[in-house]
Structure formats: structure tokens, C-alpha cells
């Protein structure tokens, strides 16, 4: 709106300064920067400041976060890269990011799929699947304590009713309470995927499937060759950014274990959440945070240029 | 041929079976629960059904607690949060990926930082921040923080949304002398409209569920959201867990209502839908 | 069409983002901080259930009543937020006037800078209604004291009586040998002798100690303040701790206080140790009578045993900016403490919160209370167990200015899961405590 009605003078400067061959008019960057600059400002207000206090804070002495502090440059970082504890929750973190996304993928595509019909159920389980996300996580934590838990828990008691007797609630067991927490927090967060990969498919246009259905394809090939490439841009995102969000998922696993038994639930984010308020070792923590982030980036780099789709571009 | 049909569909029942089961069977029993006595609850040999129903919680969690007002608040954050989500990212998605102004990928990639970051150590700077706009205890301050939390990923997520309207639509309208402003708002919105509720069903549900910040940010009782009173439920050293079941039941019913009223938009309105 | 939908939708948004904060301020009775002129005083407390709130604001209510000069508000905060909480508000300067506290959390506000002393009120209020030695000591330091003190809790072993009478055992047992065999005897089947938890949180950590207070392993510092954790006693404590657990339900490893609450009262369990929370819901979730709670004194190690349990001094701290707002501050704590209010105060969750004060203890506004009638012996043996409470890094007149990452960290807790859960001997898990201790405390 504000782009066309630019003063003319200023647009013929900046029209001459361009190569005559560009293909945009400059009114079209002009309004594509206004529409960006919203995001932008939001995230240097919200997200930007604060990292960059992070970054700063990595580089000082402070124990309890906001308490004073000097510069003691690289010493933390020294110390963050030379403690074994801190790689080995990264391993579990890596743990805990490709557990939960097999299993919320899977449990989301197979969703988006079958609530897509005309019938009754299909169209009452289109809201009801939103259920466990709406759930506040403190409360998902809760519940799930409750349901496993080995005196009044409905679980394991369904569970003695068809013969598997005994079973307690995984949480304080080491070898099982990462896979419980994955199948907790994916129960709290595939209907994300499913809502997402639902919309996706219905952008599809029907006349492609109608084109398939003529040539004869079955819904197997149907699926592989035209909904899944077509799916792509939108799983790529998915994949990408839901990967990152639940790497840095805290909540969760603070809320069931605090990152016990033993450290068996310790991942990178607890971690530096215990560093940060439990040890009172804000620069640490701050370090850590940092070296995670450097982790995250090479990581992420790495998928966009293996799994970005061709037609991006 | 009956017989083949038939069997195709097994995977597919199978499926909705498991589905059913395992959204439904918990938020069964947590229902179940809520209308329990102390006693029933925690019995060794659960009841299905309770033997004695009890609106008991109930009235306990809309007496003694502050139920009504932090209804009203999640609701006020989360509808703004879920509209200026997709107005930023609508916009943003739009310079990005349709305009392709120049340094977009720089902008796009330094979207993906914000998800990099582990959250924990930005909550102390972060309330500085809102302490110097003298935005602390604002249900504003919580709209902001949210919306600056969904609005990066939800433009990501419209990228790959925008990727699947053919652009010779674009080519088309231009040809027509269609501005960008025009396109915008008639010819893409309008197609993206699936993944335009997608983006606000995220906001409104991120906002709605969102507890890390809402305690941080929010001071005084009257402005506190439903997560935080569902915490508060949960107090130190000792659970009343009828009450808080009930505390569950009335934090999700309602959250459901925005789905359908705008059920049009999102779940309905499949005629042009892929799946027929 | 369509586009003017869309604008008349932004607009009245835009309108409302405006509005909102207008209505939301104009609504509130004053923001916190407070600016110049203003004459209220936040109090913010993490007593977060709605029964606590509502009492606390009872008492906060007759105080404002009575017209003080500054008019005291109560926010309700979460104790997992509040480190964070303080932190920021303390470095933007809206902290809070009044904070409640325990020692540990003490020592973490007071780097931050903002919490005054009150040394001279303490010693008045002492003089007037004469605190528990237990009661203040946790917030001696310095030569100062730093809180005021308001509340105490305490751990007792708790037991089912209908079952021990079942189970053939007429008394509660006395000593740690007598406590195993009686949860021997007590599991069978379903139910299980005692439930202890065994997750990485405070519960455990608490239970733990009482049983190292009275196994003589309670003061593990040295009087120069360098950790001495790995002692035999500490051992021995631990030891018994790893057997109690083979006689509690299978998922004790994630155990906090909730669960031992409810297997105790669903008869799932027969013993637990844990504070005063236990009386109030007695009746209604186990369907039994008052009369079949009994409760006795932390069982005591057989050879070299002491009595005690752990004692948690709640208080409350200064943090207001100028002198006359924390003259207003301690005007209201002295309200509290009055023996016609303070029964009041102390009957948010009767039975967890005692009162540490003598004239508190006899003042018909507590006594006169419901459920601490109904298990008077029981509360009167609380008060007891409270005179040979204490509380690690607090015992024998010390005052760890670290412990805070002891307890943060739960290392207690830690050592517990390394023999439960991992299977180390409890001789190697303590040698580990020791060492994470020393770290904590070195820097």
C-alpha cells in the first residue's frame, strides 16, 4: 500500500541505481522489507537481546544468575568442553530428539491420514485429536505419573488384567524412563504434526488425485508418488524446526524426573537448567548454551542441504 | 472383490482403533476422575465408572480457586496471540518467499536461530527487557513473548504452504495488473487459507498451554493464566488429584470451542480438500 | 469484500491490544513495584494451593482493616519459577516488599542484594512471644538475622494402625532395626511395608536426612565449613534408606510427595515419613477413621542414635526499598505473629504449618482448629519432635552460605537413586556425594 504511493523522485534515484535488467521493482523490496521488518523486530526485541546477554554472560564468573560478575574469557568454555557429563547429555539428547521424531512422524502421518474421511468418526476425531495438545504440560507430566503409577494407576493395573503383571510406573526406572518420556511428550505433541500435515494435504489440489484415479493408481502409489513429494516443503519445515523445538524441550522431562533417575533423563537443555538454578552457575550455564547453539547450528545446516526438497529453489 | 476391499481397509481400521484409544482412553479416565471422591480415586482397584459421582471438584475448583478469571485471560492472550501470529507471519511469509526480497535466505536461516536457543537463560534478560518498556504484568507482555516465540516457525511452516500454490497464478494476476498488495490479500490469501488456521490453531493452542513465561512475566493473581492455576493446584508437599483432574477437564473443554466455531475454516470446508 | 473484512478485523485487534492493558491496569489494585506515593505492599508467597491463598488473604484482610499506614497485597508464586522470579525482579527493581522463604533459598536471595536484615524485630518478637531455637537459628548470619521467622514443619513416621494390627504389631517402632522388620512384616501382597520416595526431587532429599539426623549424620560440614558427608554414619543411614526401599511400591524411584501420600492413605502402604500435610486428608481418602492414624517419632539408629527429623523454619523476608515501606513490612509480620491471628495464619494447611512460638503454640486461634483437635496427640508430638529438628548446613549453629547448590542440586536425592536405581554400593554413592558436595561448596 505504503510502496506505491513512494515519492516518485526517490523512486527514479533509486531506479537509476539499479541494473536496468533487475526484475523487481524496487517497490515490490520495499514492501516485502515492511511486511519482514514486524518478524525481524519481534525476534531482536524478544529473542536477539537476549542471546546476545548470553553470549555476553558466557565470557564472565556469574554464579547465581543476575549476582555480580568479571570477565574471565574463555575459562568457561575451557571447562564446558572438557566435562564428560555435559557430552553425555548431549548423547542423550540426541536420543531424545530421534526418538521423539520416529515416533511423533509416524504417529502424526498415520493420523493426518485417517482423519481425513467424510464419515462420522473422522469428523469427530478431527477435534478430538487436538486433545492431549491442548493439555497444559504441567498438568500432561502429572497425568501420566498418575496413570503409570503402581498402586492406583490404570495402566498397570489394565496391564495385570491381560497378564502382564507387576509393571510400575517407568519414570523411576533408568533403563525406561527416557522411552516413557519420548512416548509422554509425543502423546502431548503429535497432534502438532498431524494438524500440520493435514493442512499440507489439503492444499493438494483435488484434480491431481482425480488425474491419478483415472490412470488407474492404487492409493499406495497414489500416496508415495504424489502426496508425499508434494508434502515435502511442509515436512521439511516440520522436521526442521519441530526437531529443534524438541531438542530444547525442558518442561517435560523436568516435570517427571528432573533429569533422574541418576541422570538417566539428563539432556543437554536440563542440563544447563540445573547449571543455570540448581548450581547457581549462570556463566556455565551460559557457555554450554552456547557451545549447544554452535551444535544445533552445524546440525541444522547439515539436514537443509541433505533434505531441503528440489523444488524449493 | 468385496473380499480384497475389505481387507484393504483393515490398516486403516486398525489405525483409527489405536488412535481412539490412545487420545480417548486417557482423557476417559481423567474425566472419570474428576468426578470421583477423595476416596475412589486413589483405590487400589480402580473403578470404571465412579460409584459415586460427585460434582465436588467441580464446585471446589470454581470456589476456591480463581477458575473464571483465568479462563478469561487465557483467552484474551490466545486469540491475540493466535491473530497476530498470522498477521506477522502471513506478511513475513510473504515478503519472503513471494517477494524474495533480497538477503530473504539470511533472514530465513536467522528465523531457524530462534529455535536453537535454549530457552532457560533468556528468562532473566527477557524480563529486563519488559521491565524497561514497563510491560511486566501485562497480559501485552505474554502476547508479545508468544507471538515472537510462534511467528518464526509458523512462517516456516508457510513457506512450505506457499510452495504449493503453482506460482503461474502469480504470473496470471500480474498480467492482469494486479499490484502486490492486490495479489496479496486476493489471490494468495485466500489459497493459503488451510495453512493460514493451521498457523493459528499452533498460536492459540502454544498460547493456551504456555507456562514458562506466563510465570515469569506475570506478577499478580488476576492476570494469571489457566496454566498457571492448574500448577498452583499441584501445591508443594501434597496433591489433591480430584481436584486437579476437574482443573484438566475445564482447561481443555474450553480450548476446544475456538475449533469449533471456526471448524469451517479448519476441520470443515473439505470440498476442495485433497481427500474426498 | 473480502479485504475490507480483513482490515475491519486488524483494527478492531489493533483496538483491543490497546484497550487491554488499560483495562488491565485500572482493574488490578495498583501494579507491583509501586512507584513513589504508593501505599501498598507486595507480599508475595508460594503457598500456591487455593486453600492457603484464601486463608492468607484472610489474615492479610484484618490487617488491612485495621488501616495501616501501607496496605498490604498478596501474590501467589510457584516455587519451581521463583529463583528465576527473584533474580529478575530484583535486578529491575520490582521486588517484592515482603518474600517467604526457607533457609536455603535465603542464601540464594541474599547475593541478589535486596534483602535487609531484621535483626532488631526478630529480637523483639523473641522477647514478646519467644521463637523455637530451631525456629530462628536458620537465618542467623553474619550477626544478623535475615528473615522472620513465621512457620515451621516437621517430619514424623506415620503409620496405619489398622494394618499394623492386622499385621500382629501393637507398637510403632523405635529403632531402625525395628522399623525394617516391621515393613517386612507389613508387605504382603499389594501392600507394602512403608513408601519412601526415591525420585531426584526435595522429598527425598528430606526423608533421607531425617533418618541421617537420627543415625547421628546430620551435621556434615566441618566447623570450617568443607564438607565431611562420607562418615560411616552417613553410610549406615543410607543403607537402611536402600533396605526401606526394597519394602516400598516398585516405582518409589520417581517418587515425590504425592505418591507416598496416596499409597499410605489407599492402604497401599502402611508407614511413610513426612510432615503434618498427612492429618487433613486423612478420613476422607482412606475412607478409615481419625483413630486409626498413629504417628511417633522418627525411629532412631540402634547403636549411637539420636532423636530428630528434618525441620523446616518458613520466614519471611524484607526486600522493600526505602525504611518507610519496610517499617510497613514489619508492622504486618508483627500482626501475624499476634497469638489472636496467628492461629489463623497457621491453620492455611492445619497440621503442616506449626507455630514456632510459645504463646502461638497455646492460642485458642490455632487449638481451637478442626483437625488439630481431632489429632491433638499427634500435633503435641510434632511440636516435640520440633524441639530436636534441623536442617542440613543449618545444624549445630552453622550457616552454609553454598548449601543452596546442595539442595538445588538434590545431590542427596542423587545419592539415594545411585543405589536404588544404579545399584552402586552404598559405600561408593556416598563417596560420590562427598565429592559433589565439595564441588558445589569450592566454587
Redesign the interface.
Known amino acids: 500500500m505504503s510502496g506505491r504511493s513512494a515519492v516518485p523522485g526517490v523512486q527514479g534515484v533509486a531506479l537509476r541505481a539499479r541494473a536496468a535488467g533487475h526484475r523487481r521493482p524496487w517497490t515490490r523490496h520495499l514492501l516485502g522489507y515492511a511486511l519482514v521488518a514486524p518478524l525481524v523486530l519481534l525476534m531482536v526485541g524478544v529473542i536477539g537481546y537476549p542471546l546476545l546477554n548470553t553470549v555476553l554472560l558466557s565470557f564472565q564468573d556469574q554464579g547465581v544468575v543476575g549476582s555480580n560478575s568479571t570477565y574471565v574469557g574463555f575459562e568457561n568454555y575451557g571447562r564446558a568442553l572438557g566435562d564428560g557429563e555435559f557430552w553425555a547429555a548431549i548423547g542423550r539428547s540426541g536420543i531424545w530428539l530421534v526418538g521423539n521424531l520416529v515416533v511423533q512422524t509416524v504417529i502424526a502421518f498415520v493420523t493426518a491420514l485417517v482423519i481425513g474421511g467424510n464419515g462420522r468418526w473422522a469428523r469427530a476425531s478431527r477435534t478430538w485429536t487436538l486433545f492431549p495438545w491442548v493439555i497444559p504440560t504441567v498438568a500432561v507430566a502429572v497425568i501420566w505419573q498418575w496413570l503409570s503409577n503402581s498402586n492406583y494407576g490404570v495402566v498397570p493395573k489394565a496391564a495385570s488384567a491381560v497378564g502382564i503383571d507387576g509393571l510400575g510406573s517407568p519414570f523411576g526406572d533408568s533403563a525406561l524412563a527416557m522411552p516413557a518420556l519420548i512416548l509422554m511428550n509425543s502423546w502431548h505433541w503429535f497432534p502438532l504434526g498431524a494438524v500440520v500435515i493435514y493442512g499440507a494435504m489439503r492444499t493438494i489440489p483435488g484434480e491431481i488425485y482425480e488425474a491419478a484415479r483415472v490412470d488407474g493408481a492404487n492409493a499406495w502409489r497414489t500416496f508415495w508418488r504424489i502426496t508425499f513429494p508434494l508434502l515435502q516443503p511442509v515436512l521439511f519445515a516440520l522436521g526442521l524446526v519441530g526437531s529443534l523445538w524438541s531438542f530444547n524441550i525442558v518442561d517435560s522431562i523436568y516435570l517427571v524426573t528432573k533429569g533422574g533417575p541418576a541422570d538417566a533423563t539428563t539432556t543437554a537443555p536440563v542440563f544447563i537448567y540445573n547449571k543455570a538454578f540448581n548450581e547457581f552457575q549462570a556463566s556455565d550455564a551460559a557457555a554450554v548454551s552456547v557451545v549447544t547453539i554452535i551444535l544445533l547450528a552445524a546440525l541444522a545446516f547439515f539436514y537443509i542441504r541433505v533434505a531441503r526438497p528440489k523444488e524449493d529453489q | 472383490m468385496t473380499t480384497a476391499l475389505r481387507w484393504?481397509r483393515v490398516p486403516?481400521l486398525l489405525?483409527?482403533a489405536a488412535?481412539?484409544v490412545?487420545?480417548?482412553g486417557?482423557?476417559y479416565?481423567?474425566t472419570m476422575s474428576a468426578f470421583k471422591?477423595?476416596?475412589e480415586?486413589?483405590?487400589?482397584?480402580?473403578t470404571i465408572f465412579p460409584e459415586h459421582p460427585t460434582l465436588e471438584n467441580f464446585r471446589?475448583l470454581f470456589t476456591?480457586?480463581d477458575y473464571p478469571s483465568y479462563l478469561t485471560n487465557s483467552f484474551?492472550v490466545a486469540l491475540?496471540t493466535a491473530?497476530?501470529t498470522m498477521?506477522?507471519?502471513f506478511?513475513?511469509a510473504?515478503?519472503?518467499y513471494r517477494?524474495?526480497?533480497?538477503g530473504?535466505n539470511k533472514?530465513a536461516g536467522?528465523?531457524?536461530?530462534?529455535?536453537?536457543?535454549?530457552?532457560?537463560?533468556?528468562?532473566?534478560?527477557?524480563?529486563?527487557?519488559f521491565?524497561?518498556v514497563q510491560l511486566?504484568?501485562?497480559?501485552?507482555a505474554l502476547?508479545?513473548?508468544n507471538?515472537?516465540?510462534t511467528?518464526?516457525?509458523c512462517?516456516?511452516?508457510l513457506?512450505?504452504?506457499f510452495?504449493?500454490?503453482p506460482r503461474d497464478i502469480d504470473e496470471a494476476a500480474a498480467v492482469d495488473g494486479a499490484?502486490?498488495?492486490r495479489m496479496m490479500?486476493?489471490i494468495v490469501?485466500?489459497?493459503l487459507r488451510?495453512?493460514l488456521?493451521?498457523v493459528g490453531?499452533?498460536a492459540f493452542?502454544f498460547s493456551?498451554?504456555e507456562?514458562?513465561f506466563a510465570?515469569?512475566l506475570l506478577?499478580?493473581?488476576?492476570?494469571k493464566t489457566?496454566?498457571?492455576g492448574?500448577?498452583?493446584?499441584?501445591?508443594?508437599?501434597?496433591?489433591?488429584?480430584g481436584l486437579?483432574?476437574a482443573?484438566?477437564v475445564c482447561?481443555?473443554i474450553p480450548?476446544?470451542v475456538p475449533?469449533?466455531f471456526a471448524?469451517r475454516y479448519f476441520?470443515g470446508g473439505?470440498t476442495?480438500?485433497?481427500?474426498? | 469484500m473480502r479485504l475490507r473484512k480483513v482490515r475491519r478485523a486488524a483494527v478492531a485487534a489493533l483496538a483491543l491490544a490497546v484497550v487491554l492493558p488499560v483495562a488491565a491496569c485500572g482493574g488490578s489494585s495498583g501494579p507491583s513495584g509501586g512507584g513513589d506515593g504508593d501505599k501498598t505492599l507486595t507480599l508475595w508467597h508460594m503457598e500456591q494451593p487455593p486453600n492457603r491463598v484464601a486463608a492468607f488473604q484472610k489474615v492479610i484482610d484484618a490487617y488491612n482493616a485495621t488501616n495501616p499506614e501501607y496496605k498490604v497485597q498478596a501474590q501467589v508464586q510457584d516455587w519451581n519459577q521463583i529463583y528465576t522470579k527473584i533474580s529478575s525482579a530484583v535486578q529491575s527493581k520490582t521486588q517484592p516488599d515482603i518474600l517467604f522463604t526457607i533457609p536455603d533459598f535465603t542464601t540464594y536471595v541474599r547475593p541478589l542484594g535486596a534483602v535487609r536484615p531484621v535483626t532488631s524485630l526478630v529480637e523483639e518478637l523473641d522477647k514478646e512471644h519467644t521463637f523455637g531455637d530451631a525456629a530462628k537459628a536458620a537465618y542467623r548470619d553474619d550477626d544478623q538475622y535475615w528473615a522472620v521467622p513465621l512457620y515451621g514443619m516437621v517430619q514424623m513416621l506415620w503409620y496405619r494402625k489398622d494394618l499394623f494390627a492386622k499385621a500382629g504389631i501393637t507398637e510403632a517402632p523405635k529403632t531402625w532395626s525395628q522399623l525394617l522388620d516391621d515393613a517386612k512384616k507389613l508387605t504382603s501382597g499389594n501392600q507394602k511395608g512403608i513408601a519412601v520416595p526415591a525420585g531426584k526431587n526435595l522429598a527425598t532429599d528430606q526423608v533421607i536426612y531425617s533418618l541421617m539426623l537420627t543415625g547421628g549424620a546430620g551435621n556434615f560440614f566441618t566447623d570450617s565449613g568443607q564438607v565431611a558427608f562420607d562418615k560411616p554414619q552417613t553410610v549406615a543411614a543410607l543403607s537402611l534408606y536402600a533396605d526401606l526401599l526394597k519394602q516400598s511400591p516398585s516405582d518409589a524411584g520417581n517418587y515425590s510427595w504425592g505418591e507416598p501420600q496416596a499409597a499410605f492413605n489407599s492402604g497401599a502402604a502402611a508407614m511413610a515419613i513426612e510432615k503434618g500435610q498427612y492429618l487433613a486428608p486423612f478420613e476422607k481418602e482412606s475412607g478409615r477413621p481419625a483413630s486409626d492414624l498413629g504417628c511417633a517419632p522418627i525411629p532412631q539408629a540402634d547403636t549411637g542414635g539420636q532423636p530428630g527429623s528434618i525441620y523446616y523454619s518458613n520466614a519471611a523476608m524484607v526486600l522493600s526499598p526505602d525504611d518507610a515501606r519496610a517499617k510497613g513490612a514489619e508492622d504486618f509480620l508483627r500482626f501475624v505473629l499476634k497469638p489472636e491471628n496467628y492461629g489463623q495464619f497457621l491453620n492455611a494447611e492445619p497440621g503442616l504449618f506449626l507455630p514456632l512460638t510459645e504463646d502461638g503454640a497455646t492460642a485458642p486461634s490455632w487449638t481451637d482448629n478442626e483437625v488439630i483437635k481431632k489429632y491433638q496427640g499427634c500435633v503435641d508430638a510434632m511440636l516435640e519432635q520440633s524441639k530436636t529438628g534441623g536442617l542440613f548446613g543449618f545444624v549445630d549453629g552453622q550457616y552454609v552460605d553454598s548449601i543452596g547448590k546442595v539442595s538445588g542440586q538434590n545431590i542427596l536425592a542423587q545419592v539415594v537413586q545411585r543405589v536404588y536405581s544404579n545399584g552402586e554400593s552404598p559405600a561408593a554413592a556416598v563417596k560420590w556425594g562427598q565429592q559433589q558436595m565439595q564441588e558445589a561448596v569450592s566454587r
Open positions: 484393504h486403516r489405525a483409527m488412535l481412539t490412545m487420545v480417548l486417557p482423557l479416565w481423567i471422591d477423595r476416596e480415586i486413589l483405590r487400589s482397584t480402580p471446589e476456591a480457586t484474551i491475540l491473530f497476530f498477521l506477522v507471519s506478511a513475513a510473504y515478503g519472503l517477494l524474495r526480497i533480497p530473504g533472514v536467522l528465523i531457524l536461530v530462534a529455535y536453537m536457543i535454549p530457552g532457560t537463560l533468556l528468562l532473566v534478560p527477557l524480563y529486563q527487557v521491565a524497561k511486566v504484568d501485562t497480559r501485552n502476547v508479545i513473548v507471538v515472537a516465540f511467528a518464526p516457525f512462517t516456516w511452516l513457506r512450505g504452504f510452495f504449493a500454490i499490484g502486490p498488495v490479500f486476493r490469501l485466500p489459497l488451510p495453512g488456521s493451521t490453531v499452533y493452542v493456551w498451554t507456562f514458562v510465570s515469569q506478577v499478580s493473581d488476576d492476570l489457566l496454566p498457571i492448574l500448577s498452583a493446584i499441584m501445591g508443594q508437599y501434597t496433591v489433591n488429584w486437579l483432574m482443573g484438566t482447561t481443555v480450548a476446544i475449533f469449533l471448524g476441520v473439505l476442495a480438500g485433497a481427500v474426498k
